[in-house]
T-cell receptor, first 111, second 115 residues
């Protein structure tokens, strides 16, 4: 089973920052936090991942707490196209380790 | 930008028939995966494949399922005798060998409908 806890749904106004929380209190020292999203029934899309430092790329920022038991994905300026289910996944970053998806957070961007 | 492709986009079959779902992973990737998603449910791992052999498989991946990389570009999932409960979206994914991360890139999926 997935080792993360996420709220089932969230709304965010278009143009505002969307902050999606994730709890992973049992994360191991060699496990990374990965975020994926799934727009409608499309294939999941990689967003970002991190171990313990905060990370930023062109899509989002990832803030990981110092104890690594929780994290927040930040979409800085949400658009309608960001409406999707967002998955927080912890996994070892080795070879072909599978992804274990939970139920994620359904993010709805409101015009 | 390179992407994973899958064919067909939609497959309809009769129960008991064999189906082959096809995937073309990103060309320099080394790890390959199949996942499935039954309508309204979670994305579930089926199998991972590396160096021409199965690395890991889930409980779902029973003897009715098989995977193959018949040439240097295709990666296939075969279901020998389909059941109604095999109706789902099937996603192929691939990932590279890199020290920067092993994110998996997913294809658009094949919707399998078993009647």
């Amino acid at each position: 089973d997935a080792k993360t806890t996420q709220p089932p749904s969230m709304d965010c106004a278009e143009g505002r920052a969307a902050n999606l929380p994730c709890n992973h209190s049992t994360i191991s020292g060699n496990e990374y936090v990965y975020w994926y999203r799934q727009i409608h029934s499309q294939g999941p899309q990689y967003i970002i991942h991190g171990l313990k430092n905060n990370e930023t790329n062109e899509m989002a920022s990832l803030i990981i707490t110092e104890d690594r038991k929780s994290s927040t994905l930040i979409l800085p300026h949400a658009t309608l196209r960001d409406t999707a289910v967002y998955y927080c996944i912890v996994r070892v970053d080795f070879g072909n380790e599978k992804l274990t998806f939970g139920t994620g957070t359904r993010l709805t961007i409101i015009p | 930008e390179p992407e994973v492709t899958q064919t067909p986009s939609h497959q309809v079959t009769q129960m008991g028939q064999e189906v082959i779902l096809r995937c073309v992973p990103i060309s320099n990737h080394l790890y390959f995966y199949w996942y499935r998603q039954i309508l309204g449910q979670k994305v579930e791992f089926l199998v991972s494949f590396y160096n021409n052999e199965i690395s890991e498989k889930s409980e779902i991946f029973d003897d009715q399922f098989s995977v193959e990389r018949p040439d240097g570009s295709n990666f296939t999932l075969k279901i020998r005798s389909t059941k109604l409960e095999d109706s789902a979206m099937y996603f192929c994914a691939s990932s590279p060998w890199t020290t920067l991360g092993n994110e998996q890139f997913f294809g658009p999926g094949t919707r399998l409908t078993v009647l």
